[in-house]
């Protein structure tokens, strides 16, 4: 026997069916097509006449079918053997039927063969034309090989190159070259594409406490949220673990982005339901936008990682744009984490109390125990900077156990009716020994547990609420009181307040300053939170009031407690005892009358264009609609300028208000918000229109394209009196 037919055999990867029953009937002379090889059942062959129909089929292919030849013989042959498509339904090679109708010979066709037991094989076809004595054309003869096993094998090899197997969607590979092919063609046509970087907060925990298989599951659910949200605006992909990553073609706008990414982190905290239980996870976002972020992919990807890396860092659940800053930011982190870290075992770590006042009477009735950093370099550092970075590894739990053992040691001076308020981190208050901790500093200091409150906020809902349940009970058996910290900035879901958890509900900072402006819709928020607050029992306190008229409204709503500046400050423990010895259980409110919009004080210089000339000027402060410098001297009330705050960053305004040498602008186009307190314009100068201006593209790095060097090629003659800016 001819060794190609042991071959063809061998790559049918399945045992040769002996031959059996009668040979079928065909219309064609068996003799000139088979040979031995079709008496032993072995090959597979097959012809057609000239109109395409199938005029035979050998033995074999019969057998492989699970069909009667007259059922096959006579159907057109595109009806039996049909075209495959790719995943993407997308041609894989030329149609057969166009291969017939050009009578081109078939090689290596492959086509899809559904068999009489409704499966369907994939055979690998050889043929060509047949031509009679007078050239006519009679039709097609060929063989076929079944390829099935291998077939199957190669597919999902290329659907796994391209498709994250878990979620069907986009995988590393493909998003990675999908970035690629966008940038370098959006780079010719000038669009840009913003890349968007996906972590999801506590997915960890729900794989640890509720296993792998519900952790798929979730991963599965994140993935149908997201697609439905991105939908038509771009696509959505799994980088892997708990990365997703989200690829918007002509999207630069960061006001539609914030937007987009503020909806992702939404609808991804909503509980989820997994095999009849309940689990919350939040999302944090990174945003990097090409060109103004990075050209290539792989600078794009990195600026949006260090976007991501800082939305983590800020609180979890939050959106962050790429910044030059970021940049320094994150190797400033890394350098805290080790300064931090020296300051816990040198014990430098203190607190600070703040009073919570019943606005009705003065009295104070608890205080906010608060850490408080004072670095010899940097001066004092911010527990909301410090405190994630501890959060990043066990830090955060000697940290917090140490607050918790000093401040019921302090609390014990105070007079019993005042409580003191320690803030938990979730990750110290989910890890199993807490309740042991609370219990131990507890029984040290001799503090009774009514006079102790634990100040927990939103992010401890994540995971698996049962096991977060369970800790709650078990804290309530202490006796201790609790408080939800930052009511409403987290992930705004209502139900875990009916458990009747809490004790205490601060409505969050955000809600409070400002409230008392025209047309704002946080009075009637507040309004909302109280009446809930006092349905269900608790006590409200507002958090951040600075001004009277913040603090008449939060009154006038019914909050019980008040927290703020308009109190006091946080205090040291012996400013405390020297306040309750003078027996000033007291804090008179004492504040500006009005809120004043919110403004960043920074001390940055930043450029200012005016006419032809390009100015250097400090900036003082910061709000949505205006701002204040000084550096230059003599600009009129009304001199239309344009502020450049870097990176591309220009803010057409007017001088509104001026003194010798310092201006209030006001801006044309008010600026968006951040995602994480700072402000920043919506659109920005791309580097296009820069190139064009003769700054060539490579030599622009990632967010860096200062109208500076415009003007060393700029030199004009400058209408207003330029200080100096180093003094
Ligand atoms: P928090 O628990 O919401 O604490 C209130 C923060 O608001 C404090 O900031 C306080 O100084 C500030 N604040 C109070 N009244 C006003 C006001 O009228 N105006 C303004 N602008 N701010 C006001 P602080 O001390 O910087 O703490 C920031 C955050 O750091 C805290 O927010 C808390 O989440 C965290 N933190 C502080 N101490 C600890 C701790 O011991 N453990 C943990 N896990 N977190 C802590
Ligand atoms: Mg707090
Ligand atoms: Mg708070």
Same mark, same amino acid.
């Given at each position: ?295 290539? !992919? ?91 970075? !501890? ?11 140490? !607050? ?303 109208? !500076? ?19």
């Amino acid at each position: 026997m001819p060794l190609g037919f042991l071959k063809s055999a061998r790559e049918s990867n399945r045992p040769v069916p002996q031959p059996e029953g009668p040979a079928p009937l065909v219309r064609s002379d068996r003799s000139e097509v088979l040979g031995e090889v079709e008496e032993l059942g072995i090959g597979m062959f097959w012809a057609t006449d000239a109109e395409g129909r199938l005029t035979f089929l050998s033995k074999r292919a019969l057998v492989e079918l699970g069909s009667e030849a007259e059922s096959l013989i006579g159907n057109a042959i595109t009806q039996v053997f049909q075209d495959v498509e790719a995943e993407d339904g997308a041609p894989t090679q030329r149609s057969l039927a166009f291969k017939l109708k050009a009578r081109s010979k078939l090689e290596e066709q492959i086509v899809a063969v559904p068999t009489a037991r409704g499966s369907t094989r994939w055979w690998r076809l050889n043929g060509r034309p047949l031509l009679d004595a007078q050239d006519n054309f009679r039709g097609y003869r060929g063989s076929a090989v079944d390829i099935s096993a291998q077939y199957a094998y190669e597919t999902q090899v290329a659907r796994q190159s391209q498709v994250d197997e878990l979620t069907g969607l986009a995988n590393r590979r493909k998003l990675g070259e999908r970035l690629k092919a966008m940038l370098s063609a959006f780079r010719v046509s000038q669009r840009s594409c913003a890349l968007m970087m996906l972590d999801l907060d506590r997915f960890k925990q729900v794989n640890d406490t509720m296993g792998h298989p519900a952790g798929d599951e979730l991963l599965k659910q994140v993935a149908q949220r997201l697609s439905s949200i991105v939908k038509d605006y771009g696509e959505v992909g799994r980088l892997g673990g708990d990365e997703f990553q989200v690829l918007l073609p002509d999207m630069d706008d960061r006001g539609t982005l914030g937007e987009l990414a503020n909806r992702i982190v939404q609808s991804l905290s909503q509980p989820y339901q997994i095999n009849g239980r309940r689990a919350i996870i939040g999302t944090s976002v990174g945003i990097a936008i090409a060109p103004y972020d990075g050209l290539e !992919a792989d600078e794009l990807t990195r600026s949006a990682d260090m976007a991501l890396y800082s939305a983590k860092e800020t609180r979890g659940g939050t959106f962050c744009f790429f910044t030059s800053e970021l940049r320094d930011a994150a190797s400033k982190t890394a350098m805290l984490g080790d300064r931090l870290r020296d300051a816990v075992d040198r014990d430098e770590l203190k607190l600070a109390y703040q009073p919570l006042v019943d606005p009705a009477t003065n009295e104070v009735k608890c205080f906010e125990a608060l850490l408080r950093w004072h670095d010899e370099e940097e001066g004092d550092i911010s527990p909301a900077l410090f405190i994630p970075v !501890a959060e990043n590894d066990d830090l955060i739990i000697r940290i917090g156990e140490m !607050a918790l053992r000093q401040a019921c040691i302090d609390a014990l001076s105070w007079p019993e009716t005042i409580k003191v308020a320690v803030n938990v981190s979730a990750k110290q208050f989910i890890r199993p020994g807490y309740r042991k901790a609370v219990a131990a500093a507890l029984q040290a200091s001799g503090l009774p547990p009514g006079r102790l409150e634990l100040e927990i906020t939103e992010s401890v809902f994540v995971g698996d609420l049962e096991t977060v349940d369970a800790i709650f009970r078990d804290l309530k058996k202490l006796g201790v009181r609790l408080a939800l910290d930052d009511f409403g900035t987290g992930y705004s879901s209502l139900g875990y307040l009916k458990h009747g958890h809490f004790n205490k509900i601060k409505i969050d900072q955000s809600f409070v300053r400002g409230c008392t402006e025209n047309g704002d819709i946080n009075p009637a928020i507040i309004t909302a939170i109280v009446a809930l607050a006092k349905a269900l029992g608790m006590e409200t306190v507002a958090e951040g009031v600075e001004a009277m008229d913040e603090l008449e409204l939060v009154r006038e709503r019914g909050a019980d407690l008040v927290q703020g500046y308009i109190y006091s400050r946080p205090l040291t423990q012996e400013q405390v005892l020297t306040q309750i010895a003078d027996g000033t259980m007291k804090c008179n409110p004492d504040g500006p009358p009005r809120h004043r919009a919110e403004r960043i004080t920074i001390f940055r210089k930043v450029g200012l264009i005016h006419e032809d000339h390009y100015y250097d000027v400090i900036l003082r402060n910061l709000s949505k609609t205006g701002a204040r410098i000084t550096g230059l001297a003599g600009v009129p009330v009304g001199t239309d300028v344009v502020l450049d705050l870097g990176h591309g960053q220009l803010v057409v305004s007017k001088v509104v208000n001026a003194t010798e040498n310092s201006q209030g602008l006001k801006f044309e186009t008010p600026l968006i918000s951040d995602g994480s307190g700072g402000f920043m314009t919506r659109h920005r100068i791309s580097p296009y229109s820069l190139a064009e201006a003769g700054i060539p593209l490579a030599a622009l790095g990632a967010g860096a394209f200062p109208l !500076a060097k415009w003007r060393e090629a700029h030199k004009s003659v400058p209408k207003f009196v330029q200080m100096d800016l180093s003094i």
